[in-house]
């Protein structure tokens, strides 16, 4: 599993803590520095900002995905919207942008559901997601998952909910049949419960901010939890946050326990698959 961390403009080369490169199209669009850092890495996921609420314009959209050329983009999506809107939504998008970049750019696709989502409405939106060819990759966030079956679990702990999501779709064997389909998974954002990562055996990458912002106020991960001290500034992206020595170094523990528990997913991934451990 490849973790990635989102960090301010300033402080980009924290990102390299971990093997991901996550770039918020927003923030690129208005920096030409940050823009011009994943232009230079490999392996690039180009997010549309939705869950930073701030979705760009859709020329400026295609513009970006054509200058940064990410390995993988992610088609815009509404947070809960319907499911029919939402996979139309990327359904489109999936077309134009194959046709627009002249590379074979892997397309993501983020499904979304309204607030308790009758449950025969999630199954057939999985079905339907599947069949689509142009959608390479899922990206699963935590707000689909409460959506989708907070009514069920009665928490509204996200990442909580997520963990419901894996547990029942492998159980359904849905899991299976993307993956035997030639399809991966990315997990949207990595909650408190950093631990759960490690049974997410199945999800070829993560992303947070978490790591970066709640180690500047020296929280670190302990025995598998980050517990969310304070809330990311709007301005994060933008502000040179004045980082200490225990700040540092508290950064740097959180990124090397999450790799801990990606690790573990790992391993579990190839016991599965019958590989060696």
Not at 21 to 49: Q, V
């Amino acid at each position: 599993m490849e973790l990635c961390l989102i960090t301010p403009i300033v402080h980009l080369d924290y990102t390299r803590l971990l093997a991901g490169r996550f770039c918020l199209a927003n923030i690129a669009a208005s920096s030409k520095k940050y823009r011009t850092f994943f232009i230079d890495s490999e392996n690039t996921i180009l997010d549309n900002g939705v869950f930073e609420g701030d979705l760009i314009e859709h020329g400026r959209y295609l513009e970006l995905s054509k200058e940064i050329r990410p390995a993988t983009i992610i088609a815009p999506d509404q947070i809960g919207a319907s499911t029919e809107t939402n996979l139309n939504m990327g359904i489109a998008f999936a077309k134009e942008i194959k046709d627009v970049l002249d590379y074979p750019v892997k397309v993501m696709f983020v499904p979304q559901c309204k607030r308790n989502a009758d449950p025969g409405e999630v199954e057939a939106l999985q079905d339907a997601m599947l069949e689509v060819k142009e959608f390479d990759c899922f990206g699963i966030c935590r707000d689909f998952a409460y959506n989708a079956y907070g009514q069920h679990t009665r928490t509204i702990d996200q990442e909580l909910n997520r963990f419901y999501l894996a547990s029942l779709w492998t159980a359904e064997g849905y899991i299976y049949r993307v993956l035997d389909a030639g399809k991966s998974f990315h997990f949207l954002g990595i909650g408190d419960r950093v631990d759960l990562i490690q049974f997410y055996w199945f999800v070829n990458s993560m992303d947070t901010a978490s790591f970066f912002w709640q180690g500047l106020a020296n929280n670190t991960i302990k025995e598998g939890k980050l517990e969310t001290y304070l809330s990311k500034p709007s301005d994060y992206f933008k502000r040179a946050f004045d980082i200490t020595g225990e700040a540092k170094e508290a950064i740097t523990v959180n990124c090397t326990t999450a790799l801990h528990y990606a690790q573990q997913a790992d391993r579990l991934r190839n016991k599965i698959n019958g590989k060696r451990i």
